[in-house]
């Protein structure tokens, strides 16, 4: 049997049955040879920590929607992800909508107790907005027996998310990754920002990312094109997987990183984005990663009825799942 068992698309349907995270089990119907689990997954719908359009407390089950079309085998990687990890939709964190501080540790501990809290199970958080990264890095954290380095962490994203405050509050969708380093579950000096692309509040708004050594590679450092070629430039990408190493990495992925014109439905869009297919791209190319945990968050199901927000999102999450499939491979 595969570690991941689905239903039969030829008998039932992919459009019929209870809508789990890319027709995964729901945890509780996991077969005992599958345990301990690869993966588990869960949404966090909440939005309390926006500072712009609310909505993405929708996202966990438009993603779920979404993701009945996702398949099992990956084609650039060839491997059927389902044969190599076990995973399970482990159902949605609880949260406290009218307070932010309430939901985070709720999240935090769901996530840490999530499927007996077995230290080789990895979590991949939907959001929710990005405030939500916060519970589940700390979370991913706990699981890897809290390395003193703090994790090494891939950030993809318009924005930087390392601002100290918003409206007088420290915890918000603008400032997860600036708590993670001051609370030591992220070492800023292996953490990678891709796709920022402004405009900014002020220049100081990079003073962090640069006082603390984070990467920040822009938009336009990955337009450049020597070679006048019509593709990506990566190799800043490339350069930071070769210092990185066999380090454990957390994947964090805003899908405002995406072209508003691909991906809408989310709260603080910024035009000149990447396109969907160089999204996946710049995922596919993580290959070799460890993986140390994982989200997908910031999808605003409302502001896109066309549904391909959540489609794409729900395709990133399938290859982040396939980056780890892929690394045990060996
Ligand atoms: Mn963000």
Same mark, same amino acid.
């Not at 406290?96 to 501080?101: M, V």
């Given at each position: @049997?595969?570690?991941? *068992? #689905?239903?039969?698309?030829? *008998?039932?349907?992919?459009?019929?049955?209870?809508?789990?995270?890319?027709?995964?089990?729901?945890?509780?119907?996991?077969?005992?040879?599958?345990?301990?689990?690869?993966?588990?997954?869960?949404?966090?719908?909440?939005?309390?920590? *926006?500072?712009?359009?609310?909505?993405?407390?929708?996202?966990?089950?438009?993603?779920?929607?979404?993701?009945?079309?996702?398949?099992?085998? /990956?084609?650039? /990687?060839?491997?059927?992800?389902?044969?190599?990890?076990?995973?399970?939709?482990?159902?949605?964190?609880?949260?406290?909508?009218?307070?932010?501080?309430?939901?985070?540790?709720?999240?935090?501990?769901?996530?840490?107790?999530?499927?007996?809290?077995?230290?080789?199970?990895?979590?991949?958080?939907?959001?929710?907005? /990005?405030?939500?990264?916060?519970?589940?890095?700390?979370?991913?954290?706990?699981?890897?027996?809290?390395?003193?380095? +703090? #994790?090494? #962490?891939?950030?993809?994203?318009?924005?930087?998310?390392?601002?100290?405050?918003?409206?007088?509050?420290?915890?918000?969708?603008?400032?997860?990754?600036?708590?993670?380093?001051?609370?030591?579950?992220?070492?800023?000096?292996? @953490?990678?920002?891709?796709? *920022?692309?402004?405009?900014?509040?002020?220049?100081?708004?990079?003073?962090?990312?640069?006082?603390?050594?984070?990467?920040?590679?822009?938009?336009?450092?990955?337009?450049?094109?020597?070679?006048?070629?019509?593709?990506?430039?990566?190799?800043?990408?490339?350069?930071?997987?070769?210092? #990185?190493?066999?380090?454990?990495?957390?994947?964090?992925?805003?899908?405002?990183?995406?072209?508003?014109?691909?991906?809408?439905?989310?709260?603080?869009?910024?035009?000149?984005?990447?396109?969907?297919?160089?999204?996946?791209?710049?995922?596919?190319?993580?290959?070799?990663?460890?993986?140390? +945990?994982?989200?997908?968050?910031?999808?605003?199901?409302?502001?896109?009825?066309?549904?391909?927000?959540?489609?794409?999102?729900?395709?990133?999450?399938?290859?982040?799942?396939?980056?780890?499939?892929?690394?045990?491979?060996?």
């Amino acid at each position: @049997m595969p570690k991941t *068992v #689905l239903p039969d698309s030829r *008998v039932s349907p992919r459009f019929a049955g209870l809508a789990t995270f890319c027709r995964y089990p729901r945890l509780a119907d996991v077969r005992p040879d599958n345990l301990p689990l690869d993966w588990a997954i869960y949404g966090v719908p909440f939005d309390g920590g *926006v500072t712009y359009r609310p909505g993405a407390r929708f996202g966990p089950r438009a993603v779920r929607e979404a993701s009945q079309y996702v398949k099992r085998f /990956h084609l650039t /990687h060839n491997i059927d992800v389902c044969e190599a990890l076990s995973m399970a939709d482990a159902g949605d964190a609880p949260v406290a909508p009218f307070s932010i501080h309430d939901t985070l540790d709720r999240v935090a501990d769901f996530a840490t107790e999530l499927a007996d809290g077995a230290p080789g199970t990895r979590l991949l958080a939907v959001g929710g907005d /990005h405030s939500i990264s916060y519970a589940n890095i700390r979370a991913a954290y706990a699981r890897a027996g809290e390395p003193a380095s +703090g #994790l090494a #962490l891939i950030h993809f994203d318009a924005h930087l998310d390392t601002v100290d405050e918003v409206w007088g509050e420290k915890f918000s969708h603008a400032s997860p990754f600036r708590r993670a380093v001051e609370e030591g579950f992220v070492d800023p000096r292996n @953490m990678l920002s891709v796709g *920022v692309r402004g405009p900014l509040n002020s220049a100081d708004d990079l003073a962090f990312a640069r006082a603390n050594g984070v990467a920040v590679v822009s938009e336009i450092d990955l337009r450049a094109r020597p070679s006048g070629h019509a593709t990506l430039n990566l190799l800043p990408i490339t350069q930071f997987l070769q210092r #990185l190493g066999k380090t454990p990495v957390y994947i964090t992925f805003d899908i405002d990183v995406v072209d508003p014109a691909y991906a809408p439905g989310t709260g603080t869009p910024c035009p000149g984005g990447f396109s969907a297919a160089e999204a996946i791209a710049m995922l596919r190319h993580l290959a070799g990663v460890r993986l140390a +945990g994982a989200d997908v968050v910031e999808v605003l199901p409302a502001m896109d009825p066309s549904g391909n927000t959540a489609l794409l999102a729900a395709h990133v999450m399938f290859e982040i799942l396939a980056l780890d499939a892929v690394s045990r491979r060996a």
